[in-house]
């Protein structure tokens, strides 16, 4: 049997390893996730408003963004953008860098070839572990931005509402969140990049990589993630509306975390749960696919294309 240890290191031209591959995997990451995630805060401050407030907000995501121009004006739609910009350019270098990362470190732990045949779990492990450290980095500036769409007057931008929860609810508010955005967080990306390897790899059997120009392989990165992004939202959603929920306000003292998320469980009920789902399947489709189709590009520019491949 032939050996594939020449698939198990990083497929890079200039035969990068270590810090100088792995940088670039996150910067890729970082410019990737921060320009789409925040190319789409329009679509996620009215999708934030109707988890919200289903009632005001009934008229789905055309309606939705007629309802926010006509009472807050157009500069609403940008409410958020600076803490989402930074909080997804810290998450992406985290979960892109990490997923990379854990890849290679699953070879150096199983063997290539175990890990070309289980290569399903592999993904799965190495997204949730790159997301799990992701999360860590984000959840601050996530919960700013929520609280900043959801009460339009708390505060002018990042800086202002940083500060301001800081200093009068501590940095546990900060993490209030934290559970439902892992819950929310690591299975959409474990859907995320499974389903994205799995589609390019059915994709490539049928028309091989090496014989593809740069921009069918750019074509195949948006095709495979729009399809990855939908179905990531589909599972996260719940959370994601929980997520939404738990950082509109402050809990009630002595009030924990897991108990006001079993409180707004039963509230939301299943349906509930996935209010404004068509607002967010657009926007993760949309950005799933631009950030993996951007991510491929980078890579190349900077010299570390390929990754770790163990596909078959």
Do not use: W
């Not at 890729?28 to 996730?33: H, P, S, Y």
């Not at 799995?198 to 729009?226: C, H, I, W």
């Not at 939908?230 to 509109?248: E, G, R, W, Y």
Request: glycine share 12%.
């Amino acid at each position: 049997m032939a050996s594939k240890v020449d698939v198990a290191a990083p497929a890079a031209p200039a035969q990068l390893s270590g810090a100088a591959l792995y940088s670039r995997f996150a910067i890729a990451g970082a410019i990737c996730c921060s320009v789409t995630h925040g190319a789409m805060t329009p679509v996620d401050v009215v999708k934030t408003r109707i988890q919200l407030d289903p009632v005001t907000y009934n008229r789905g995501m055309i309606g939705g963004f007629r309802q926010v121009i006509a009472n807050e004006g157009a500069g609403a739609l940008l409410t958020g953008a600076g803490p989402t910009f930074a909080g997804y350019f810290l998450q992406g270098a985290f979960k892109f860098g990490g997923y990379e990362f854990f890849k290679q470190q699953s070879i150096n732990f199983f063997g290539i070839e175990n890990a070309s045949n289980y290569r399903t779990g592999v993904y799965l492990a190495s997204s949730a572990a790159a997301e799990f450290f992701a999360d860590i980095a984000l959840c601050p500036l996530e919960a700013t931005r929520i609280r900043l769409v959801s009460e339009p007057t708390y505060a002018n931008g990042l800086i202002g509402g940083f500060t301001k929860m800081l200093k009068t609810e501590g940095v546990g508010a900060f993490y209030a969140g934290f559970g439902p955005i892992l819950f929310k967080q690591v299975p959409y990306t474990m859907t995320k990049f499974v389903v994205y390897e799995k589609v390019a790899e059915a994709v490539y059997r049928q028309f091989p990589k090496k014989d593809m120009s740069d921009g069918l392989q750019t074509t195949v990165n948006l095709g495979s993630g729009l399809i990855a992004g939908f179905a990531a939202a589909l599972v996260s959603q719940p959370a994601d509306t929980m997520l939404s929920k738990i950082n509109k306000t402050k809990g009630l003292p002595g009030e924990g975390t897991t108990t006001r998320l079993v409180k707004i469980a039963k509230e939301l009920g299943l349906r509930g749960s996935y209010s404004g789902i068509g607002a967010r399947l657009f926007m993760v489709g949309t950005l799933t696919a631009g950030q993996f189709a951007i991510y491929g590009d980078i890579k190349k520019a900077l010299g570390a294309t390929g990754g770790v491949e163990i596909s078959k």
